[in-house]
Nanobody, 117 residues
Framework: QVQLVESGGGLVQPGGSLRLSCAASGIFFINYNMAWYRQAPGKQRELVASITRGGTTNYADSVKGRFTISRDNAKNTVYLQMSSLKAEDTAVYYC???????????WGQGTQVTVSS
């Protein structure tokens, strides 16, 4: 059974930081490209950041220079370090795993991030 379990969300003031974690189980983690998406109320889900099996990263323009995605293959975990948070970063953040060959795709349940004073 595949599980992606996000953690680390919460309420933070503008300018603050949070680190999200996504622990994967039931998959051979090294074979998956990983990503973080987010969905704000009334908006479509959007890609925030991605990291390939080899560690190549990609970011949405809105988070470049503020967010950092990383992975620890030994722990089957992907992280999203978020800094200089803004109100517009408020959303539910989802972890995604995409197999590099079969394109089997899995989602976590999401974690709420709220940026507010």
């Amino acid at each position: 059974q595949v599980q992606l379990v996000e953690s680390g969300g919460g309420l933070v003031q503008p300018g603050g930081s949070l680190r999200l974690s996504c622990a994967a189980s039931g998959i051979f983690f090294i074979n998956y490209n990983m990503a973080w998406y987010r969905q704000a109320p009334g908006k479509q889900r959007e890609l925030v950041a991605s990291i390939t099996r080899g560690g190549t990263t990609n970011y949405a323009d809105s988070v470049k220079g503020r967010f950092t995605i990383s992975r620890d293959n030994a722990k089957n975990t992907v992280y999203l370090q978020m800094s200089s948070l803004k109100a517009e970063d408020t959303a539910v953040y989802y972890c995604n795993a995409d197999h590099f060959v079969t394109r089997n795709n899995y989602w976590g349940q999401g974690t709420q991030v709220t940026v507010s004073s």
